[in-house]
């Protein structure tokens, strides 16, 4: 996670937050279409400019929202948490079925090396959800000055173990640990996370399809598939090319028939290239890097960034915010996921969702 830092994402915004640079020029244009999109009535399914939004999913409470008779152009929100939770419960279903019919549940063992106090949220955040929907979890706390080969021990043991169908080691490791020959070690028919190599490259081929596909990119395209954005022949950007999140969304969206694009620290003019986006995927991990003027009116804007701030009036001291500014975004964009409450649910709800596509598998249960 990016370290700490004070940020918003107005104007006098320091520079060193802000990579990329942006012509006053470029700014106009972005004033012009934003000005125009005002006087735009706001309708999902008719502008020429935006994307078709298809259908809506019936149980997220933000979107039975009549829009047309919406007077300020705020894009709708893409309910992560809303999703996630609808997910969880179609998940819980097919576990109970699952118990019912064969008397198994899914397993699911967690590793994590170390005591990064963001790794012991995200972690206990899985063990929550896993008991929510019935899942069996598993976990391994082990010391940041463990070895390479304890943790592949335990994860050679969770590889025979036929109560747990999912094996997840947190990342980041420690420095002093191989990060490939950890992942190497996992079944891949156990690999919920797809980070097996195997998986990746199946993911990256044509004709093939991947066991597993990585939680948070699959998250990402199931919450355009829920909130009926078709995919298909539109420009996507995804801004990142990291291996957790930006190279498999990329991937991802290609197999939906998107013309793709990745940009990244060393892409001239990323904004030009951004703003050509139907759907733009952000996974850098830099607060509100995406301004306003990036986006073409109308855009879907999935936000993977999950950045503390400095907040004295939180009580936590720090605020989340994503890669976008948010309010700049939501005054263009015709659709946006918030951070919190966007992504971040999606990734685990995805876990959970491969955990029992794995267990499906081993006892051939439809
Ligand atoms: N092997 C592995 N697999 C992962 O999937 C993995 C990982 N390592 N290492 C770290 C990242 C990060 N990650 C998140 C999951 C949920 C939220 C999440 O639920 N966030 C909440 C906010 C939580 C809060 O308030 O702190 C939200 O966005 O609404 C965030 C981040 C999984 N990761």
């Not at 915004?13 to 006053?24: A, G, N, V, Y």
């Not at 009549?66 to 929100?77: D, I, Q, Y």
């Not at 955040?125 to 019935?134: D, L, M, P, Q, T």
Request: proline share 7%; net charge positive.
């Amino acid at each position: 996670m990016a370290s700490m830092i004070f940020t918003d994402c107005s104007s006098s915004t320091p520079s060193r937050l802000l990579p990329f640079t942006r012509s006053p020029l470029l700014r106009r244009q972005a004033d012009v279409v934003l000005v125009r999109r005002l006087l735009t009535p706001l309708n999902f399914s008719c502008s020429r400019r935006r994307l078709t939004l298809r259908s809506s999913p019936s149980q997220s409470p933000h979107v039975s929202a009549s829009l047309a008779t919406e007077t300020s152009a705020t894009a709708k929100v893409i309910d992560g948490k809303a999703v996630a939770k609808q997910i969880r419960d179609e998940i819980s279903a097919e576990v109970m079925r699952m118990k019912d019919a064969i008397g198994e549940v899914p397993g699911l063992a967690v590793i994590i090396v170390g005591n990064r106090k963001d790794s012991a949220t995200y972690v206990r955040n899985k063990r929550k959800a896993c008991e929510s929907v019935g899942i069996n979890s598993f976990e391994v706390p082990l010391p940041e000055d463990s070895t390479e080969e304890e943790v592949i021990k335990f994860i050679k043991a969770f590889n025979d173990d036929p109560s747990v169908h999912g094996i997840l080691v947190q990342l980041p490791l420690p420095n002093h640990m191989n990060e490939e020959n950890i992942l190497n070690a996992v079944n891949i028919e156990k690999d919920v996370d797809g980070f097996h190599p195997l998986n990746i490259g199946h993911l990256a081929m044509r004709g093939r399809e991947p066991m597993f596909v990585p939680c948070t990119p699959k998250g990402c395209i199931e919450l355009l598939h829920r909130y009926g954005v078709s995919i298909k022949g539109k420009r996507a950007v995804v801004i990142g090319r990291s291996n957790i999140v930006g190279t498999p969304a990329s991937q991802l969206l290609q197999r939906e028939d998107a013309t793709v694009t990745v940009v990244h620290s060393r892409t001239p003019n990323p904004e030009e290239i951004t703003r050509q986006a139907d759907i733009i995927i952000a996974a850098v991990g830099k607060p509100n890097m995406v301004r306003g003027s990036w986006i073409k009116p109308g855009a879907v804007i999935i936000d993977v960034g999950i950045n503390p701030v400095e907040d004295a009036k939180s009580p936590r001291g720090y605020r989340l915010v994503g890669d976008v500014c948010y309010d700049e975004a939501k005054n263009v964009a015709s659709a946006i996921t918030p951070v919190p409450g966007g992504v971040g649910p999606m990734t685990i709800a995805m876990l959970l969702s491969n955990t029992l596509i794995a267990a499906k598998k081993v006892y051939n249960f439809q």
